[in-house]
């Protein structure tokens, strides 16, 4: 499911529905598929996700943009911010 990630320093990124994610204690993982993580982000460096808000391609930058994340924490149109810092 397409979704925006705004990261604590401000960074806003756009991710498309090949993007696998999950939240756990905080930390938001990342990958191509629901499971195998690639890209996992510290609590304190992400702020807000905004699912089924973003409809663009994948950013490619070479890091955490070329990475998916899945909905199981969220629903369409809701913005998750529950996290444990």
Known sequence: MA????YSDGQETDYD??????VDNGVL???REDGEWTVLVSPSHWAVIEVGAA????A???DAAEEAEDS??????ETTEDRDD
């Open 72 to 77: 199981d924490e969220a629903e369409d149109g």
């Open 29 to 31: 993982k990342m990958g």
């Open 55 to 58: 409809t663009a391609p994948r």
């Open 17 to 22: 529905d090949g993007t696998a994610w999950e």
């Open 3 to 6: 979704f925006k990630l705004t």
């Open 60 to 62: 490619e930058s070479g």
